[in-house]
């Protein structure tokens, strides 16, 4: 509920703004380059910092009959205002070592001038300013608001600049460039705000106290200028103007203006008659003026211009993601009392809904009565019979937006009618609590006396529409439905080849009803690497199944466990050697063996070891490598022995390590070995090694939370630093 508190501030702030802000943005990215062409302008001196004010004077008085005034810019730029040997007044920038003429004062020009106006009051005087000053305002606080949803994402301050996940262009940047820009944002901002209170004078006055007795003041001893000790001892670097005494009497004095205190100095002797520093309110007035037009600093004007060009994209970017959240609406075609599959989402920004969609459609294509809503609009459905639970995390471990009421709904909400259930939870892995949210409505709903759990909590990495296939799958046979995607039809469209069976095993042979497959390219080769997966479609309208597949002896090698009602494991079985089968190969990039690795630990149970039999084998170069594989019985080992055995043997797998869990004698999970061997696997991590994980989710779940301790403990960082890393790679199902 807070975060929500805190969106909906963030967006009302900028929906009743953005066109102020927008105005405000455009005309800063102009006036940024105001100060830039000033400064590459050829009026400051070499050394400029080496040159004292009395240097500056004494040539001055031998240039000039009459000096009136010297001023030094933020530039550093020198100019004067004297009368000339003509007799005219006249004012110019001047070389400070010898007092010529350098150039014309600069004058701005009329197009920085007119966005100068419509910067400060939109060309409406008074009531333009107040505008501008409240969007200031708002500006800022938007910019707080936002950093507290971005402390919210990210666990905290101490990782406020970790590694996000890009979900999409626009929110990944609107929170990348936020970061980025966050301070320069505030100090335009803050600096807005002030100069728009001093503007109404809304603030305390600027006032400087002078007290000296005129009648003390001397003309004896007589110094000339560059010898008097406050203009000897001064650098012209720390001088702001020096307004030259009006008359030759002695009453009359020099006032020096300096960076932090204004200082009378008697014009014949040098003694310093009266000193005194500026207020506060004086110093932070000139401070916001620099910081917030970016004078004096190439830099710091550039750093300003592309934090206005930040705030432009930050409205189009932020409009996008909530354009994107009001189109991924729920619509239903029966009342919710007449469907016998509900489907309830819980999303962030949108994401989640696509996915959740797209199984409602295919259910009502199927002609399956099917009602879908957020998680928050819980309720009775009188003739439910299968829940379905699709939903994202937010932040640690938190319900997304339209999923925070859901708990105590579904405790309030009481129903005698008997359903079964199932959760897919989205999220990243490079988030130390990967979907738990899911998790704990999976528990939830355990907790019902009344629902009955399908299917075990399934997550999905990074949207993998693959792995949220295999779900779709798994769990459409479960209810006897067979399911077919939109993305899945689209990808059957593309073209299969024809692949030959030049080996395989039979399921009845091994006790976990397991097999292998060898396939060959029956035209051409076959470009893919370990990893990656094959689709098959067993039956022309059934749903394509995929397989993570090895490269050995550059054959695609399968590892399969047949299901008793698993159409396309059955399918498979059935085949023979010598025989044809038409599938496609599809890229999975994110889970090959990158070719830097020199350590890799691989993890896998059952049939997810087929994609590491394959890099096992193309391991040409050295790596060193691990492998940890679970099995139900010694026995269930024995198809994969061969494959093995010649692999340590020519010292392609450097070490083996296996868990059985159902022999009585020494009844193991492959977890138990990781938790055993703590210290060469954080060793492992800490040398940049990977590790790999492929099997059941079940597996990967005891897996990653061994991993994490051993993270936690021996190396003092979380598993999710070493993901962020791309040190550790997971394909589960």
Known sequence: MTISIWRYSHLALAVSSFVFIVLAALTGVILAFEPISNQVQPYKAERFDDIYLGETLTKLKQVYPEVLELKVDVNSFVSASVITNEGDADQFYINPRTGEKLGALIEKTPFFNWATNFHRSLFLKTIGRIFVGITSFLLLVIALTGTVLILKRQRGIKQFFKTIVNENFAQYYHVVLGRLSLVPILIITLTGVYLSLYRFELLPKETLKHDFNYDEITDEPRLELGAQTIFKNTRLAEVRQVEFPFSEDVEDYFTLQLQDREVLVN?????????????????????????????????????????????????????????????????NAFKKDDCKFVILVGSENGSTLHYANQLYKQLIKLGQKTFIAELNDYSIYHKLEHLVVITATYGEGEPPENASRFTELFKAVKTNKAFSFSVVGFGSLAYPDFCKYAFTVNETLQNSANALQLLEPYTIHDKSFESYTKWVNAWSKKVGLSIQLPGDAMQRKKKKRTFK?????????????????????????????????????????????????????????????????????????QLHEGEGLKARLVKNKEFRLPKSARQVIMIANGTGIAPFLGMIDQNTNGKNMQLYWGGRQERSFNIYKPIIEHALKNKKLNRLEIAYSKEAHFKVYV???????????????????????????????GVLLVLEEICNTQLDKSLSYYKNRGQLKLDCY
């Open 671 to 701: 977890q138990d070995l990781l938790q055993r061997d703590a210290s060469q696997v954080a060793e492992v991590l800490s040398g940049k090694g990977i590790i790999m994980i492929c099997g059941s989710i079940a597996m990967q779940k």
């Open 501 to 573: 069976i030049v080996a395989k095993t039979q399921a009845k042979e091994n006790p976990d009803d397991t097999f292998t497959m060898q396939l060959k390219p029956v035209l051409g080769l076959a470009r893919f690497q370990s990893g990656d997966l094959l689709a098959i479609q067993p039956e022309e309208n059934s749903a394509e199944r995929l397989y993570s597949v090895g490269k050995v002896n550059n054959d695609v090698f399968l590892s399969i466990k047949r299901q008793e009602l698993g159409l396309c494991s059955n399918f498979l079985n």
């Open 267 to 331: 014009q014949y002797t040098g003694a310093i008659l009266s000193e005194s520093k500026y207020p506060f309110i004086a110093l932070a007035s000139r401070w916001s003026i620099n910081l917030h037009t970016g004078q004096g600093s190439i830099l710091w004007s550039l750093i300003l211009a592309v934090a206005c060009v930040n705030i432009l994209f930050f409205v189009y970017s932020g409009f996008a993601m909530t354009f994107k959240r009001r189109r991924a609406k729920l619509k």
